[in-house]
Each structure stands twice: as structure tokens, then as C-alpha cells.
């Protein structure tokens, strides 16, 4: 069984910076592409950053330049860091794992809000 936690959202004053976390139990974790969405009240889920087996990471444009995703492959776990935070970046931010099946392993969240 595959269990996917996130960790290290709260209250956040602009400009941050921000740094949460997701560990991963369970499976292989070295063959899974890690993801990081995030969901804005009353707004679809979009994806944040992600990174590949074996490749780079890769950031939405509204990131961009201000978000680092990186993966600890010893500790099973993914991390992404933002600076210049703004309250558009309010959300529920969610980590997921892709197996080489292409099965989804998501985590329940850990909740961003961005407010001075």
C-alpha cells in the first residue's frame, strides 16, 4: 500500500517563503514521477510542479522563477519551496505519485493561505 502525507502549510505572509513537504510509504519510490497540484477555492485543480523519473524539474508558468521542487530520493520524499508569495497562491496543495502504471497515489492536502 502506497501512502502519499503532506505537511508544512499554514498562514503565510507575503512573501513567504514556503517550504512543505511529501513523504511517500510504501512501493518504489525511485520509479515514481512526483507531483505537486494545488486547488484555489472554487477553482480547479492545476499542476504546480512536477518531476519525472530520471528528468528535471518542470514548473507551471505562474510559478515560475519563484518555485523549486526538489526530490530526496533516500527519504522518500519531494519538497517544494516558493518565494514571493502572493494571496493568489492560496490553496489546498496536494502531492501526488505516478507509478510506472501510470496509477495516481495522492495525498490528502495540506492547506496554503497566503494573507497579510
Known amino acids: 500500500q502506497v501512502t502519499v502525507v503532506e505537511s508544512g502549510g499554514g498562514l503565510v505572509q507575503p512573501p513567504g517563503p514556503l517550504k512543505l513537504s511529501c513523504v511517500v510509504s510504501?512501493?518504489?519510490?525511485?520509479?515514481?514521477?512526483m507531483s505537486w497540484y494545488r486547488q484555489a477555492p472554487g477553482k480547479a485543480r492545476e499542476l504546480v510542479a512536477r518531476i519525472k523519473v530520471g528528468g528535471l524539474p518542470e514548473y507551471a508558468a505562474s510559478v515560475l522563477a519563484r518555485c523549486r521542487m526538489t526530490r530526496d530520493n533516500q527519504k522518500n520524499a519531494v519538497y517544494l519551496e516558493m518565494i514571493n508569495l502572493k494571496p493568489d497562491d492560496t490553496g489546498d496543495y496536494f502531492c501526488?505519485?505516478?507509478?510506472?502504471?501510470?496509477?495516481?497515489?495522492w495525498g490528502q492536502g495540506t492547506q496554503v493561505t497566503v494573507s497579510s
Open positions: 501526488d505519485a505516478e507509478d510506472v502504471w501510470n496509477v495516481h497515489y
Open positions: 510504501g512501493g518504489n519510490f525511485d520509479t515514481y514521477s
